[in-house]
């Protein structure tokens, strides 16, 4: 069990009169090498979760411990670097941490300050980037003469490049156009990481999570099996959810006469049925 | 480390909220005076009283104000340390091996210590008791007679505003990018010269760059509103004395006064 989160609160602003609890009660357990979708309306905590998932926030009470690591809300914690190497966090506009000179140095510059060697770091950086598609012509210039999208593939690099066990996203491709978008969900998926995707894009989530965690108001309402989660009509209606537009297209199909063995996560599969069958 | 909060607006339903901002932010500059008024703890006992019935009247939890004071702790300690290694006057009340403490030095220390908590308590009511807006036309309006100078009073009460507006903001933008860097693995609080160096780039040069971002889209934001900095602009809601402010000014005035009664015949 990597992640194991039990009983977790958290409190903005304790104390003051605009205290706000973001997180209540929250009880989760998260397996290796799945593929999570993190979803919620906006301002339910899915970003203040992800952020103790590398102790950038610290709980007021509960218990969190990732790959035996225990996370204290009680006391303070050392050692955090080793935990932060585990977990990469790749933020909501993440385009903005780049400082460097030059892209190349940017990328390299986490490598580094985990103590990997300068021609290490360098190695990883020049893959990373190219896996994210970043051309090699851009590496030397610097990472403000950047278009938005591209800064954001070169903040993904630069935490792809720290080879992190756990991989957490938070809206990693909201404003990249859907061509880059679905590239780096890809790549997100061929990696064989945990992975922890916080997005608003129901399709993306449906073809390439195994699981949902549904947050709303600050409570964990469910964690299960992605066409489960979709396909419960009374939480989708209660919570009011619109459907991926796939599973739509597929429950048509079905009103229509055309007959399943199963859901399909994606189009090539469930035209393959209906030609077939 | 999430209590930037200190001194943010709250909107509660008081007499001091109701007042006048003009009038507070004078009340705010008399007290700031009155301070230095050499008229000893009696005087600093009339200060904090009055400054006690604002707070009662304004509807502020006191551990509001307290929280305000966190911050500035650190800061006591440091100013009773070098008092107390710098001032050698008055009686010797304690000696060890080099050590030597006088009266006088936790003397001067409380004095410096009461008027902080004064002055900081006190701004600390103003801007919680004050809608920002209300606040900078207050200024402006304060300004005004300065304008007859050429002193550009508007763009510079306009300037204040969006300053103040701009400070929690500024502090969340830091702590998004030191989170983010620290993902990456920069560590704020230890390391070697080279790499606090590093760390602090990492945090200044996006921050630079994000405040600049933001400066130029409020820019543009305001022109298309139809924003020209020379041209005189009207109001929605103007600012009226009425009777409340007029009292309280009295009551400011006699409290100058009780003062320096007793500045000169009390001690
Ligand atoms: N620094 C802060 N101080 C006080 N309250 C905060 C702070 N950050 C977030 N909150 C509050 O906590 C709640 C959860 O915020 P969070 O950023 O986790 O939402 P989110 O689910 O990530 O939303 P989004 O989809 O918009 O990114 C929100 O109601 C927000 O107002
Ligand atoms: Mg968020």
Known sequence: MPIEIEK????YAKDMPFEYTALKDIDLKLQDNKFYALIGKTGSGKSTLIQHLNALLIGSSGKIKVNNFEIYTDKKNKNLKNLRKEVGVVFQFSEQQLFEETVLKDVMFGPLNFKVSESEAKAKAIKYLKLVGIDEKL???????????????????????LEPQILVLDEPTAGLDP???KEILEIFFSLNKTIILVTHDFDLVYSYADEVIFLDNG??????????????????????????????FQNKLSEKGFSFTKKHKNLKDLIKEVIYE | MNNFTIGKYLPLDSFVHKLDPRTKII????????????????????????????LILSKIKISYVLNAFKPLIMMMVFL?????????????IFSYGFIKIYDKAILDTLYISVRLLIMISASTILTMSSNPLDLTVGIEKLLKPLGRFNFPYEDVAM????????????IEETQKIMNAQRS?????????????????????????STSLNMAEDLASAMEARGYIPQEPRTRYRDLKYNIKDYIVFLIGVLLVVLLVWVSYYAI
């Not at chain 1, 030397?140 to 903040?155: D, I, N, T, Y």
């Not at chain 1, 099996?225 to 991926?244: A, M, N």
């Not at chain 2, 009773?80 to 010797?92: A, H, Y």
């Not at chain 2, 300037?159 to 500024?170: D, V, Y």
Request: overall charge neutral.
């Open chain 1, 179 to 181: 061509e880059s978008a």
């Open chain 2, 80 to 92: 009773i340390v070098i008092n107390v290694l710098v001032i050698k006057e008055g009686n010797l």
């Open chain 1, 139 to 161: 590496f030397e210039k610097s990472p403000f003469e950047l278009s938005g999208g591209q800064k954001r593939k070169v903040a993904i690099a630069g935490i792809l490049a």
């Open chain 1, 219 to 248: 409570n964990l309402i469910t964690k299960r099996e992605t066409v489960d989660f979709f396909t419960d009509d009374e939480l989708i209606s209660k919570y009011q959810l619109e459907l991926p537009s796939l599973l739509n």
């Open chain 2, 27 to 54: 009340m705010l500059l008399l007290i700031m005076g009155a301070v230095f008024i050499k008229s000893g703890w009696i005087g600093y006992f009339i200060i904090l009283g009055f400054i006690a019935l604002s």
């Open chain 2, 159 to 170: 300037m204040i505003s969006i300053a103040l507006r701009f400070i929690p903001t500024i």
């Open chain 2, 184 to 208: 990456r693995g920069v560590d704020y609080e230890e390391g070697k010269i080279k790499e606090k160096i590093q760390a602090v780039l990492s945090l200044i040069v996006p921050l630079f």
């Open chain 1, 8 to 11: 977790l609160n958290f409190i």
